[in-house]
């Protein structure tokens, strides 16, 4: 049973235009989400995260949205860079953090020139 | 660079041996968390530890085990290894233990059973 889900495996987006990635949740106990990028033979890297008590965390070019009531978050990412094509991950927590981080399978993104 | 080392990068082994990963965390991070990356199952959170002991255990068979150190580094040791077990092993760490705690991963250990 997936707790995370990320329904596109791939997204293909124009260099210098929005990239939009998408991830819905069933568990209602999580509390904070992540997301995550990760380029083929390295560790994910850490992008941006958000409490469950928000609905927008910014970070430059990176800006996730959560949905609570759709259990539904976003990332936004403006304007789109050749660097940003990497696969990436959304990954949740509950209270307490006692299952670990519970990832999604990942959207690999590939920014077009 | 997250801070967080893993060693060794890659290992090959045969089946029913046995292998230890090491971890070494951030500089300050009490937390150490254990992932394990197969093609069809993605991340799995495997086992954390805090401060040398263990906090939360996820999707860990008994074949495997984790310790971690008075100097907060890890070990994760897997045997009687079978060729499911080939995958990439990740390595996280985290100031705390709470739920929102941002975790920074390692590079990775490739880990190939014949």
């Known amino acids: 049973d997936q707790q995370v889900k990320q329904n596109s495996p791939s997204l293909s987006v124009q260099e210098g235009r929005i990239s939009i990635l998408n991830c819905d949740y069933t568990?209602?106990?999580?509390?904070?989400f992540l997301w995550y990028k990760k380029y083929p033979a390295e560790g994910p890297t850490f992008l941006i995260s958000?409490?469950?008590?928000?609905d927008k965390n910014e970070d430059g070019r990176f800006t996730v949205f959560l949905n609570k009531s759709a259990k539904h978050l976003s990332l936004h990412i403006v304007p789109s860079q050749p660097g940003d094509s990497a696969v990436y991950f959304c990954?949740?927590?509950?209270?307490?953090?006692?299952?670990?981080?519970?990832f999604g399978k990942g959207t690999h993104l590939i920014i077009q020139p | 660079d997250s801070g967080v080392t893993q060693t060794p990068k890659h290992l090959i082994t045969a089946t029913g041996q046995r292998v230890t990963l090491r971890c070494s965390p951030r500089?300050?991070?009490?937390?150490v968390y254990w992932y394990q990356q197969s093609l069809d199952q993605g991340l799995q959170f495997l086992i954390q530890y805090y401060n040398g002991e263990e906090r939360a255990k996820g999707n860990i068979l008994e074949r495997f085990s984790a310790q971690q150190f008075p100097d907060l580094h890890s070990e994760l040791n897997l045997s009687s290894l079978e060729l499911g077990d080939s995958a990439l092993y990740f390595c996280a760490s985290s100031a705390g233990f709470g739920g929102q705690e941002t975790q920074y991963f390692g590079p990775g250990t490739r880990l190939l059973v014949l």
């Open positions: 958000i409490s469950s008590i928000k």
């Open positions: 500089s300050g991070d009490l937390s």
């Open positions: 568990n209602s106990m999580f509390d904070y």
């Open positions: 990954a949740a927590s509950a209270e307490g953090g006692a299952d670990g981080l519970t």
